[in-house]
């Protein structure tokens, strides 16, 4: 299959910043491109983390404003889409099995169209891979061009070629796009795009682009259209919510946003993912000041050791990280803190490990995702000297997670008899007549019942058992 390459990416155009500021686009779909899907169905797998699933929401949305119909049998549908991941080697490696299924199935119906889409394509090596190893992949496609979709697939019809487009630039904002929304009663809001930390580990900064925030008065639109449709609960995102507004013209920072949005009707804020550095005391104070901002923070530490925490540029300490997380629960004395943690950071030595741990059971978090260091090609950290063997790396995931299970269930004990406010999210798999939810804190919770009109509203539950990873309770009268 010949290819058709509009763009290929480059980590070195990947690193540039510039201080300009980075246009809003409004998304507008041409005329020849409106009824490029009819009569074909589409399906998209998503991997990685709520950014991806925000995207896969709007390229659900661009499909479906030019004919395309969700398929009910994804792995046979007319276009395929895969919307990756790159954070770690092991979310790579299920995405290479999957497009190993899909190869068998576009030899039973060549006129099927794969696509992968995300972060991947963003790495210069995954590409090259995908054009070299992959000719069944038709569409190659990046994270800063989704609004571009609608002229990709049909340069794919029509020329029957691979198609690639991979932008490597600092991004611009898109507007106004359609989205498909998952739940109709918690939604993804963007806030903002791209990171400028530069972690040594995280290939992040070079998938996503330069930092870049969305307009407050899109954003409030947005959240205000949302309300209308009866939606509870929103979660903004961004890489780094906290650096919110530093790339504004005007001064307007993410504390003065919750502020905004508090006033909008909304029930429910969350927001992730937060930097340590960037937490700052307004933030804190509309957290306090805000009835709709829920009392959960996800603030990832990553190590409890301040020679890791310099090597993996984080660009704070243990003392300043435990300095602000007092100083937030002062605020809001019940808040539930969950976090990120690395084990196995080239070079980690035992001592420096235990600082970790000591970081856990002072820190008081109810919950973390744990992790084993995963080298990625093109960053700091890929070329620093390791000495931790596999089996180590294990052994300290292991023990971590002794800590931050008992995190977990701590977590959930201390509402125990309590009545809990839960936002019924549907059926639960804990067993046969039961319904899910998540309160403020975002506990999980399981409730008898099997009264469907009850999804998408908020219920009063009396807790009656804490588990590890959930709690169960009673509905109420």
């Not at 109709?184 to 930390?197: L, Q, S």
């Not at 009707?265 to 009835?291: F, V």
């Not at 007092?326 to 808040?335: F, I, S």
């Not at 093109?378 to 180590?392: K, N, Q, R, V, Y």
Request: glycine residues 6%; aromatic residues 8%; charged residues 30%.
């Amino acid at each position: 299959m010949k290819n058709i390459k509009f763009a290929m990416p480059s980590l070195k155009d990947a690193r540039m910043r510039k201080s300009k500021i980075v246009p809003t686009i409004r998304y507008t779909v041409e005329e020849k491109y409106k009824t490029l899907g009819l009569n074909k169905s589409y399906a998209i797998f998503t991997y990685g983390c709520q950014g991806n699933e925000a995207d896969s929401e709007v390229m659900a949305g661009i499909l479906e404003e030019i004919g395309y119909e969700k398929s009910s049998d994804p792995m046979n549908a007319d276009l395929v889409i895969l919307n990756t991941c790159a954070i770690r080697e092991n979310a790579e490696q299920r995405i290479w099995g999957v497009l190993g299924q899909l190869k068998g199935k576009k030899r039973e119906n060549p006129d099927m169209l794969i696509g992968i889409a995300g972060c991947m394509p963003q790495e210069e090596n995954t590409t090259n891979k995908i054009l070299e190893s992959y000719g069944f992949i038709d569409l190659v496609i990046g994270t800063h061009n989704k609004n571009h979709l609608p002229k990709l697939l049909f340069e794919a019809y029509m020329t029957k070629a691979k198609v690639v487009e991979v932008i490597s630039s600092e991004g611009e904002i898109l507007e106004d796009a359609p989205k498909v929304r998952e739940s109709h009663h918690k939604a993804w809001v963007n806030i903002m795009y791209g990171c400028d930390e530069f972690c040594t580990y995280c290939i992040v900064p070079y998938t996503r682009g330069k930092e870049r925030s969305r307009a407050k008065e899109d954003i409030l639109k947005e959240v205000e259209e949302l309300v209308s449709l009866g939606y509870k609960e929103i979660t903004l995102l961004g890489q780094n919510v906290n650096a919110y507004g530093k790339d504004l013209e005007v001064k307007y920072t993410f504390g003065d946003l919750l502020y905004d949005l508090d006033k909008t009707g909304i029930q429910r804020i969350r927001y992730t993912t937060s930097h340590p550095r960037d937490l700052d005391e307004l933030t804190m104070q509309a957290m306090h000041d805000c009835k709709s901002v829920m009392p959960h923070l996800h603030l990832p530490v990553q190590s409890g050791d301040n020679e890791i925490l310099r090597r993996m540029n984080r660009k704070y300490t243990y003392e300043v990280y435990m300095e602000k997380i007092n100083q937030l629960r002062k605020l809001v004395p019940d808040l539930a803190l969950t976090t990120d943690i690395i084990v196995g950071f080239p070079n980690e030595t035992k001592e420096q490990f235990a600082n970790t741990l000591k970081l856990v059971q002072n820190a008081k978090f109810e919950g973390a995702y744990t992790f084993i260091y995963s080298k990625r090609e093109g960053t700091p950290a890929a070329s620093m000297p390791d000495d931790i063997t596999e089996e180590e790396k294990h052994k300290r995931l292991e023990e971590l997670n002794i800590y931050v299970n008992q995190g977990y269930l701590e977590g959930h004990k201390r509402f125990l008899n309590q009545v809990v406010e839960v936002l019924v999210d549907g059926p639960s798999k804990n067993g046969e007549g039961m319904m899910c939810g998540y309160t403020p804190h975002l506990k999980l919770t399981h409730f008898k019942c099997e009264d469907l009109s009850l999804i998408g509203q908020i219920v009063k539950i009396k807790i009656t058992e804490a588990k590890t990873w959930f709690m169960i309770g009673e509905l109420c009268e």
